[in-house]
């Protein structure tokens, strides 16, 4: 290699090495940043680990699906006592939404406030703004404004409504529904027989004398005709001197042998569904508070849910084993094919849903192997209400062996731990003379005079119960709620003995995922970086044994040159 072309060589090995030095301290300090990224990520998931949020928890049952809302505040129902959970900031003015405020201020009232209780002409304004804006109907609004205005509302002059209850246990309910709900148990939906259908019971004197029984004692009934029960016995015991205690089971029979158990369990399946589960409703929401207490209509709701998903999934059709000879029930217990019958018209007294058999999982024409489908009505009632009792008291909640307190197992009734006569229930007995239409004028009388007094601000976020939440804890908003006198009062959200916080564990779960997805990115960012620069350091490496080696060869061609021409 010439001096020249050697020397020519050697800058360009210089060149490229100290231009992958460079490269390898830019990837450097991309780690760096990587790192510190990674950081900040790991603290900011460290960080909402202790996120938590506020929930509403008016029956005090540990119930956590209730969170703290605007709309929960500013809308009357039963969880507010039908009077306003008031938000308001430092000053004691009442935040209002978008809505609110646009009411607010077409109906005058400036945010500041009057300093004074206005005229019944402004609040009939601003009830009247309320229905332009959506926040009650146009027909409410109307009602309203014929209630007279009352300027105590809120300031020592309360009017919620007041439900006469009492308390008592299932005994006590059966009782009092006895005594004074004859209108609604006289609705009792009649089952109409559509042809074959048999009615057990444990030899019911009324029964037998209006119906007549067979030699088994079985209620046989034409078709087209229709069974009246008896709805008292169907609480397990009766207090009706007419009635003696009544198992009642109603089953369909194929006397012929002919009818598909599926087309029996459908027919009995719709007149549940469509018929009795609706009037169980009617029955116990009446004495329970259907529709007066938003937690009362929830757990009827639950029920409803629950005991028709429980009838409709399930149908035991026993099959025959051992050629035949041999039936299995629904607990996997042998009959003999001569009382397998009534084995099955027995069974469904220990069983919760459907019970079904049949010789060859279809049908049978041998006369004496019919095909039956039978369901218990007591069983019925009271996984109804035990159902309802579950919610009411926290689907969660435990005895104190540990295990569910209250629990409907579908299937045999004694794996469930149904409802007893310690669980006492709150009766609805009537209300005091305390007008709706007064109560709910009441409701935003109070909201009216709150804002005319201590003035108001505008929030358009407040209606975001992530927001909501976070600014009751920041220490920016308040919770302003009613007292016994009657006064409203401004207090810290934790004071408030029916607001709990509690750990948002879905808040949480959203962090970890973020912080999993994100730590990945810069993961897989960082072993990008690694795998360049182990290239880059190879490549610097064999820079710098070729620059040595040319270094060399440059050095001994100018040694030699010296050697000849000084010779």
Sequence with gaps: MGLSAGQARLLTITARKSDCEYQSMRLSHQKISLSRQLADLSNEYQNSLDQTKLIYDYYGTGDESTPLSYGLCMTPSALNEYMPILLTDQLGRVTLNSDYAAAARAAGIPQEGLGTLPSQKM?????????????????????????????????????????????????????????????????????????????????????ESRYGCDSSGNVV??????????????????????????????????????????????????????????????????????????????????????????????????????????????????????????????????????????????????????????????????????????????????????????????????????????????????TEIVDSDLQLAAFYDTIFNQICASGWTENNEITDTAYLQKMLQSGMLFISKSKDDGYYYQGNYATDSYIKEITDESAIAEAEAKYNTEKAKLNSKEETLDLKMKNLDTEISSLTTEYDTVKNTISKNIEKSFKRYNA
């Design 221 to 430: 009934l034409e078709e087209g005709s229709e069974l009246e029960l008896n709805i008292y016995s169907l609480f397990g015991n009766s207090i009706d001197p007419n009635y003696k205690y009544s198992e009642y089971n109603i089953t369909i029979m194929s006397e012929d042998g002919q009818t598909d158990i599926q087309t029996e369990a459908d027919y009995m399946k719709t007149y549940m569904t469509d018929k009795f589960i609706p009037w169980l409703r009617r029955v116990f929401g009446k004495v329970l508070g259907d529709g007066l207490d938003e937690g009362v209509t929830s757990a009827f709701d639950y029920a409803d849910e629950e005991i028709i998903r429980s009838i409709i999934d399930t149908t035991c059709v026993s099959n025959p084993n051992n050629a035949g000879n041999f039936f299995e029930d629904h607990r996997g217990t042998a009959w003999r094919t001569s009382d397998f019958i009534s084995k099955a018209q027995n069974a469904n007294q220990n069983y919760i849903g459907m019970v079904g058999v049949s010789q060859h999982g279809r049908k049978v024409a041998t006369k004496g192997r019919n095909t039956i489908a039978s369901i218990n009505l007591n069983n019925i009632v009271s996984a109804y209400l035990t159902y309802f009792v579950d919610k009411m008291n926290g689907i969660d909640a435990v005895g104190s062996d540990g295990r569910d307190q209250y629990y409907v197992n579908t299937g045999l009734l004694s794996s469930s731990r149904l409802v007893d006569d310690q669980y006492e229930f709150t009766i609805y007995t009537g």
């Design 123 to 207: 609040r009939n304004a601003f009830i009247q703004s309320l229905a332009g804006e959506e926040v009650i109907t146009d027909q409410l609004a109307t009602t309203l404004q014929v209630v007279e205005y009352n300027q105590g509302a809120g300031f020592g002059d309360n009017v919620s409504v007041k439900n006469n209850t009492i308390s008592g246990n299932i005994n006590d309910l059966q009782k009092y529904l006895y005594k004074n709900c004859t209108d609604v148990m006289n609705e009792y939906p009649a089952f109409v027989n559509g042809g074959n259908v048999r009615i057990t019971s444990n030899n019911d004197t009324v029964i």
